[in-house]
């Protein structure tokens, strides 16, 4: 498994404390700025100015578009950072940035610039455990034609997606999901083989 790397930049002080939170990054469209890779990296930099500590990056990885056939295959990759926001200040932050690089938003699920997905901040269970648990459950079709519409977290589909999962555990292994009680690596090896295969590190692809 490739190493994350480890970053130690300084972050503007708030009279919020710093929060731990988790990201996962997407792309398969070029940007304003370039390539899906070049996309992500120019997404983390923008994290830091606006006052990120990023903790570790997970490894690249090419990953085939979901749904199945959605599109040219995504750059995945996560991100471990601190940083003095809320859960909204974050959400609304990662959308400011998906729009800086030139993300639309006309199609759920579609194909785009910028995925950058809020995963958890802490061990918070947002808005409450009830809703959580009907959004965790909610059946493939609904859920692509439903949008919540409140933040949701931990993520409710986190434990189903190995283009999650899989960079996830380069950066935040032994991340237990407050709802499941299962650590990041835990969710990653329950999922099918064939899943996991799927997503390959781009250094792979060369």
Known sequence: MPQAQDHGEKSDSSLNPPSSLLLALGANL????????????A??????????????????????????????DYVNAAAR??????????LSICHEIEEELGRSRAMRWGQR???????????????????????????????????????????????????????????APDWVHPVLGTTVLQMRDALDSADLAAVRPLAAET
């Open 113 to 171: 610039t910028l995925d950058l997905d809020l995963i958890a901040v802490g061990d918070q269970v947002l808005p409450d455990p009830q809703t959580h648990a009907r959004w965790r459950n909610l059946a493939l079709e609904e859920q692509m034609e439903q949008v919540p519409q409140a933040l949701i977290l931990p993520h409710p589909r986190l434990h189903e997606r190995a283009f999650v999962l899989v960079p996830l555990a380069d950066v």
């Open 30 to 41: 070029t940007s304003n700025v370039g390539a899906p890779e070049i996309t992500l990296r």
């Open 43 to 72: 997404a983390l930099e923008l994290l830091k100015i606006r006052g990120a500590v990023i903790r570790a990056i997970s490894a690249f990885y090419s990953t085939p578009a979901f749904p199945a056939g959605n599109g040219p």
């Open 81 to 90: 950072i601190s940083a003095p926001w809320t859960a909204a200040q974050a």
